[in-house]
């Protein structure tokens, strides 16, 4: 209350403008960036680590070895087992470099989704979705089209809106098939497998098949690297974006195994079980590997 | 076997159907939560530049950048983020116009940036922020999703909510009372020479109401303009919004009006159109906006009415407690639905001192407290009906940085700014900033205009956010609880 009391010191000024000072006040805002999850790069991480790092000091040891002591004896054996051990080393890189190329691929999918979704910034979201539509081309007629029609695209919600209308049935569709294909194959082979050990078998492996099947409808090129960290994103969909499709879908699957037509069609209920399962996951995988997903 | 399966298909959709809208409905009980923010004000405290800021720090949040402390700490667990996303909710089928928060901020961000444009219309915009659950168990059931609807508007606008529940009579008796004093008194000469030779007995004449009408619209743009006034009524006069002048608001406080005027006078018509205003403003504004919303910012730009003079500050003081009862009560018929326990009371009201960042740091608390000082009584009216109320002191955009300057052979603490138009730091020292309402002995009845700063640098792909000062305790004070 003093100041108060006291009354106004000074009335406000202006002053005269530094000459030396700066020309624009803002320069030194750059906010950090938030802490990021925590990796996933746990004990069994440094463990699978540290056994590679083993065994491929170990293969390099020994091809090393191998090499010297070829030379050792011939010349000519020596130069061969170089070539075969660069012929190897080779192979191993270029999988590698596939390997590369396909998670950021996947990277690219994630970048576009973020970038459809958050509006953000049209350019990116332009740039990404030529670079997708590129990559999707391959198996989809229709990117073409949609791609001509990007220039015109304001905003990313326009963007979207366009990729949705042209892409999302076409790629909604060719899922379903993939999914449909899945489960009566997958049925069938429960329905004569010789013992229930086996079901859960055949569903894994037919599930991997199915996700690297989605993941290349939507432009994706799953290595092995890939189809491990598509199963995890596929898990997360199930879980998070796919939750209500999926309780739904279990309480149709509940209902619908119980209606007595159902029953006497010559399902059996573990084939049944095991073609629905196939379904759901082509959906859930759809969701993950599609950009024009929530 | 045809029908049999033709059956099945039509069971199978059937049943999802059903299961999808349960589980849909389900979904949005757990996760979803939806809140209509108010962000109102008076005229040229900075709304739409509050709404873009917010906006665009959010969507950089989003982005994983830390532009919000306060916030991003409220999302922070186990030494990480639970925030997923921040997105603007695409367009649907809305009747309202869309808030140009692109329009907006690429103006702010252009390489001569300049501040937007008085608000002309009402909009709206909403975004989403999504995160996971702080529980673990119920991270298994999805995604917490908080939806805010934000509604622009122009703050001449609110003004009228005071005018809901007066008649003509008494509206002409109020309004007339304050123009006879200075500084409206001045403004307002031409049209009070006017009253004097017109009665509310006279023939309804549509030219003289005319005449009336544009001299009082004039008196009122010259107490905004030149004196820095808030508190005028109708609000229409001075923004009409897109309908334009239609004949319903050619009317002005007339002296001497009774309550119930004779048929064909000059008093019954302007008492019709006053109640048709009055009707259209509550259909098209009120009760269809206003209704509904759950948390309340309330912007005051304290600063600019203590430097507007003595007349300017008590005229923003009345206009913030008019606003928080009327706001409070509700109008009419919704007050008594609000009795009937039918309407959500507010959930949390906060009062934002805008443009703080024209005054030091060590100025600050002041301003805070000498908002809280002039708000006082209109947060009581609020407390009474147990909405949390919150002060705050911010600049959604700051445009400014503290430093120190010489004055007088003193040093003092002043802020640096660019001055719209200037190519240089120019300091500014803001004088004392009273931590209370000031004695009268305060006033010098010097009128001093604020300087407006140029926005400060603002990345225009936006993923830095806007430079701000405390738009985060804001944010975390009205919304930090959903979060």
């Known amino acids: 209350m003093s100041e108060v009391a006291s009354g106004r010191l000074q009335p406000p000024l202006l002053l005269q403008a530094e000459q030396d000072g700066p020309q624009a006040i803002g320069a030194d805002w750059n906010p950090p960036a938030l802490a990021a999850p925590p990796s996933r790069f746990g004990s069994a991480g440094y463990l699978g680590l540290g056994f590679g790092i083993l065994l491929a000091s170990w293969l390099l040891v020994s091809v090393v070895t191998a090499i010297a002591g070829a030379f050792a004896i011939s010349p000519g054996l020596g130069a061969g087992a170089t070539l075969l051990a660069a012929l190897g080393a080779g192979l191993v890189a270029f999988a590698g470099l596939r390997e590369w190329r396909s998670l950021r691929r996947l990277r690219q999918v994630e970048a576009l989704r973020a970038a459809l979704r958050d509006g953000a910034d049209p350019e990116a979201a332009r740039r990404l979705s030529l670079e997708w539509l590129g990559d999707l081309g391959r198996h989809v007629p229709e990117a073409a089209a949609a791609a001509a029609m990007l220039a015109d695209a304001a905003d990313p919600a326009e963007i979207r809106a366009l990729l949705r209308g042209r892409l999302a049935d076409r790629l909604r569709g060719a899922t379903r098939a993939i999914g449909l294909r899945a489960a009566s194959e997958a049925g069938a082979l429960v329905a004569i497998s010789p013992h229930p050990s086996w079901d859960g078998l055949i569903v894994a492996l037919r599930g991997v098949r199915v996700i690297r099947q989605v993941a290349e409808l939507h432009g994706l090129r799953p290595g092995p690297v890939v189809t491990m960290a598509l199963f995890g994103r596929v898990a997360r969909s199930a879980v998070e974006t796919a939750t209500v499709d999926l309780m739904s879908q279990a309480a149709a699957d509940h209902v619908l195994n119980g209606l007595p037509v159902i029953k006497h069609l010559g399902a059996i209920s573990g084939a049944s079980t095991a073609a629905f399962r196939l379904y759901r996951l082509t959906q859930a995988a759809g969701q993950a590997c599609s950009p024009l997903a929530e | 076997m045809t029908a049999a399966t033709g059956l099945a298909a039509w069971a199978w959709s059937g049943v999802r159907d059903m299961a999808e809208t349960a589980a849909g409905t389900l979904d949005a009980t757990l996760n979803e939560h939806r809140i209509r923010l108010a962000v109102t004000g008076l005229s040229r405290s900075g709304k739409t530049v509050f709404i873009t800021s917010l906006i665009q720090n959010l969507l950089a949040l989003g982005h994983g950048r830390d532009t919000l402390p306060l916030v991003s700490a409220r999302l922070a667990q186990a030494g990480h983020t639970r925030l997923r996303s921040v997105r603007l909710v695409p367009t649907g089928v809305e009747t309202l116009p869309h808030f140009d928060f692109r329009g907006h901020f690429a103006a702010l961000a252009a390489q001569q940036p300049a501040w937007p444009r008085r608000t002309q219309n009402l909009a709206q915009i909403s975004l989403v922020i999504e995160a996971d659950h702080a529980s673990g168990l119920r991270q298994r059931l999805g995604r917490r999703r908080v939806r805010l609807d934000i509604l622009d508007y122009p703050g001449e606008w609110l003004l009228d909510l005071p005018l809901l529940d007066r008649s003509f009579a008494d509206w002409s008796r109020e309004t007339l009372a304050a123009l006879a004093v200075p500084p409206r008194q001045r403004h307002a000469a031409a049209f009070l020479d006017f009253l004097r030779a017109i009665a509310p007995g006279d023939r309804q004449d549509d030219g003289l109401a005319r005449r009336g009408h544009d001299l009082y619209r004039r008196s009122l743009e010259a107490c905004r303009d030149e004196a820095g006034l808030h508190y005028l009524q109708p609000g229409r006069f001075l923004c009409p919004g897109p309908q334009g002048e239609a004949p319903f608001l050619w009317f002005f406080p007339l002296p001497g009006v009774p309550e119930t005027p004779a048929a064909g006078s000059l008093g019954a018509l302007l008492r019709d159109r006053f109640e048709t205003y009055k009707r259209q403003i509550r259909a098209d504004f009120f009760d269809t906006h206003f209704r509904a919303f759950d948390r309340q910012v309330v912007l005051v730009d304290v600063l600019g009415a203590l430097h507007a003079g003595q007349a300017a500050f008590e005229d923003t003081a009345r206009a913030i407690l008019d606003l928080a009862q009327a706001l409070r009560d509700g109008w009419g018929f919704w007050s008594r639905r609000r009795w009937l326990g039918l309407v959500r009371p507010i959930e949390h009201v906060a009062f934002v001192a ?108 936006g993923t830095a956010g806007i430079r701000h000062l405390g738009l985060d305790e804001v944010l975390d004070a009205v919304i930090g609880d959903l979060l």
């Open chain 2, 354 to 461: 805008t443009k703080a960042d024209h005054v030091p740091a060590l100025n600050r608390t002041n301003l805070r407290n000498l908002l809280e000082a002039l708000a006082q009584p209109a947060a009581r009216s609020w407390e009474t009906v147990r909405a949390p109320v919150s002060y705050h002191a911010a600049a959604a955009i700051r445009s400014t940085e503290d430093g120190s300057a010489v004055l007088g052979g003193r040093t003092v603490e002043v802020v640096k700014g660019v001055v719209l138009g200037e190519d240089r730091v120019r300091p500014f020292y803001v004088g004392q900033v009273p931590s209370a309402v000031p004695p009268a002995s305060f006033w010098t009845g010097q009128y001093f205009a604020m300087p407006v700063f140029r926005p400060p640098l603002i990345d225009a792909s």
